[in-house]
């Protein structure tokens, strides 16, 4: 399974495990919000001021490793 950053917070969510643990640790505390799960990962770390290419190659680093 491969992230990219056009893909939804929900369908991220749903995933794998430790993927909200990932993005909690980024800074995405709003996981459960009804808004945040039809935003896009490139959306929540613009606004959450997250450089989203990081995030998304840490959490598909850990992905590959499992």
Avoid: F, T, Y
């Avoid at 749903?14 to 980024?26: E, F, N, S, Y």
């Avoid at 996981?31 to 001021?49: D, I, R, T």
Wanted: charged content about 25%; proline content about 3%; aromatic content about 0%.
């Amino acid at each position: 399974m491969q992230i990219s950053k056009d893909m939804l917070i929900g369908e991220l969510v749903r995933m794998d495990d430790l993927i909200p643990q990932m993005l909690m640790g980024a800074g995405m505390h709003c996981l459960g919000c009804p808004s945040a799960q039809a935003e896009s990962l490139e959306e929540a770390c613009m606004v959450h001021g997250i450089d989203c290419d990081d995030l998304v190659s840490k959490m598909n680093e850990v992905l590959a490793s499992r």
